[in-house]
Nanobody, 126 residues
Framework: QVQLVESGGGLVQAGGSLRLSCAAS????????MGWFRQAPGKEREFVAT????????YYAESVKGRFTISGDNAKDTVYLQMNSLKPEDTAVYYC???????????????????WGQGTQVSVAS
């Protein structure tokens, strides 16, 4: 099993920045990719960004490309999401996730992830 714990959410003005952290513990050697998803009220959970745990290649949703940066620290088993130029439409609960997938492609569907954190609220005021 892998446990994921997010932190770093909060309330910020539009144009501001936040950095989310996700600490992994347990059988972390089984992880291939880690990702961030978000879910706004009344909407489905959507993909935000993902990182290959080995090699640190990254992939982003178009809606956040150029504003958000996903990064990882393998020594600390922690993944980060730096969010800049935040917009009110970025308001959501943000979830960290990990997948045991074979690592040969990008995983952008929530159904492809095996482990989830509890979520952290990000609110962007206009």
């Amino acid at each position: 099993q892998v446990q994921l714990v997010e932190s770093g959410g909060g309330l910020v003005q539009a144009g501001g920045s936040l950095r989310l952290s996700c600490a992994a513990s347990g059988r972390t050697f089984s992880i291939y990719d880690m990702g961030w998803f978000r879910q706004a009220p009344g909407k489905e959970r959507e993909f935000v960004a993902t990182i290959k745990w080995s090699g640190s290649r990254t992939y982003y949703a178009e809606s956040v490309k150029g504003r958000f940066t996903i990064s990882g620290d393998n020594a600390k088993d922690t993944v980060y999401l730096q969010m800049n130029s935040l917009k009110p439409e970025d308001t959501a609960v943000y979830y960290c996730a990990a997948t045991r997938g074979n690592g040969m492609r990008w995983y952008v569907s929530s159904s492809e992830y095996n482990y989830w954190g509890q979520g952290t609220q990000v609110s962007v005021a206009s």
